[in-house]
């Protein structure tokens, strides 16, 4: 009873077989762009100008002390099309000498693939601390490459990423001197009136927020940003 009846119904199906060498290279091609949108965050976090830009924003709310203002997804969208202002030229640099001469078959998967690289280690690279870099090829046990196409990126992705983030740390401590100062201005007058069960915090935000209006900081924020890359 049970046959007849799903026999009677028509369930479409998938079919993973492949007749043609065409068909393969369509299905192969599929399972390469799944891949790489699987690996998008990571590419976008590890690999671009992301992680400086975020945790600079981060900074600059800490050091305002605002708590969630601005909120997680103002900073994070900020950073995200920072990044894709300061990486357009090298995606447009990689899809003129690699993705359009593979889309029109003038080269095959793995010649595109490293040649769409070749932009990518070297913005990295250029951003990349050379003590860094050796660090990691001392432990790989690697020799030290004649040009930047010889980088292998599993060291190469690493020390970026640790440079990335000292530079960040260092944009980070500037931009707390002045709001430290405040802060310890602050402190200083309410303690000298008698004032300590006042929070010092509740009274120099207000001057603090003042002070980063009056001299225009979200502009200069993103100004030092853009021209450290």
């Given at each position: 009873m049970i046959p007849e009846i799903l026999s009677a119904i028509n369930i479409p199906g998938i079919d993973f077989g492949a007749e043609s060498p065409e068909d393969v290279s369509t299905t192969l091609?599929?399972?390469?762009l799944l891949t790489v949108l699987s690996l998008a965050p990571g590419i976008l976090i590890m690999m671009t100008s992301f992680t400086r830009i975020i945790i600079v924003l981060s900074f600059v709310r800490t050091g305002l002390g605002t708590q969630s203002m601005p909120p997680n997804q103002v900073l994070v969208g900020l950073a995200l099309f920072l990044t894709f202002f300061i990486m357009s030229p090298i995606?447009?640099?990689?899809?003129?000498?690699?993705?359009q001469p593979y889309l029109d078959g003038d080269m095959v998967q793995q010649e595109a693939l490293d040649t769409a690289i070749v932009p990518l280690k070297e913005f990295m690279a250029k951003n990349t601390r050379e003590k860094d870099l050796a660090l990691f090829f001392k432990y790989a046990e690697l020799e030290k490459p004649d040009s930047i196409e010889e980088i292998p990126l599993t060291s190469l992705v690493p020390a970026f990423a640790i440079s990335e983030m000292k530079t960040a740390f260092q944009i980070g401590f500037v931009?707390?001197?002045?709001?430290?100062?405040?802060d310890m201005v602050v402190a200083s007058t309410l303690m000298a009136m008698g004032m300590m069960m006042l929070p010092p915090v509740m009274i120099s935000l207000p001057f603090k927020i003042l002070l980063f209006v009056l001299v225009d900081g979200w502009y200069l924020i993103i100004e030092s940003l853009l021209v450290s890359f």
């Open positions: 091609q599929l399972f390469f995606v447009v640099e990689m899809n003129e000498t690699a993705l931009i707390f001197i002045p709001f430290l100062i405040i």
